[in-house]
């Protein structure tokens, strides 16, 4: 079964710093990967997601992520953040044939301080 | 249009309450799914829909009635709710090829007094 673990359950960066959240998940052949963004009161939004092809993605509101298989990683990253970018992030994994879709992580809260 | 929509958005109902989450969709998809997610939480996978018919229920109590009338709507039923099931309701679709993107709604955020 695939897991997927966030190593950082809460992460404070100033506005205008860069910023990088860590997921590293576990299955057996590449999963589909998967970055959820959750405002406060709100459902999920896609940030992005990667199946296949270049393992540097480009995602929605200036957040981008890399596959990396040797260290069985899909980091999160933006070069510069901006304070609406508070909310807590999903990292989540998709194992091709599996009925359940995905697997969540538990989860990153981001503070920005102004 | 990559929208998913959840009625009614909050919702209070007593313990011998009986009331409905609702949900629909206009893109095609024809996997729907209901979720629960608790405050600081990963949502949690309740039940799965494909092609209108209920292919994966989570052991869900069965105080949670699914219900999937047609290809855009979903249903949640509720009776008898404990107050530990209030949280946050997520429906969310996707095409049912295992890997495509899954849509989530707003949510419905539930209280049980």
């Known amino acids: 079964a695939q897991s997927v673990t966030q190593p950082d359950i809460h992460i404070t960066v100033s506005e205008g710093a860069s910023l990088e959240l860590r997921c590293n998940y576990s299955?057996?052949?590449?999963?589909?990967l998967f970055w959820y963004v959750q405002s406060p009161g709100q459902g999920l939004q896609l940030l992005l997601k990667?199946?296949?092809?270049?393992?540097l993605v480009q995602g929605i509101k200036g957040f981008e992520a890399e596959f990396k298989r040797s260290q069985s990683s899909f980091n999160l990253r933006k070069p510069s953040v901006h304070w609406s970018d508070a909310a807590e992030y999903f990292c989540?994994?998709?194992?091709?044939?599996?009925?359940?879709?995905?697997?969540f992580g538990s989860g990153t809260q981001l503070t920005v301080l102004p | 249009d990559t929208e998913v929509t959840q009625t009614p958005k909050h919702l209070v109902m007593g313990m011998t309450n009986k009331k409905s989450l609702k949900c629909e969709q206009h893109?095609?998809?024809?996997?729907m799914y209901w979720y629960k997610q608790k405050a600081k939480k990963p949502p949690e996978l309740m039940f799965v829909?494909?092609?209108?018919?209920?292919?994966i229920n989570e052991s869900v109590p069965s105080r949670f009635s699914p219900e999937c009338p047609n290809s855009s709507l979903l249903n949640l039923h509720l009776h008898a709710l404990q107050p530990e099931d209030s949280a946050l309701y997520l429906c969310?679709?996707?095409?049912?090829?295992?890997?495509?993107?899954?849509?989530f709604g707003e949510g419905s955020w539930l209280t049980v007094v």
């Open positions: 829909y494909s092609y209108e018919k209920l292919s």
């Open positions: 893109m095609g998809h024809r996997a």
């Open positions: 299955y057996g052949a590449t999963p589909y």
């Open positions: 969310a679709s996707s095409q049912v090829t295992a890997g495509n993107t899954i849509y």
């Open positions: 989540a994994v998709g194992a091709p044939g599996s009925a359940r879709q995905l697997t």
């Open positions: 990667y199946f296949s092809g270049d393992t």
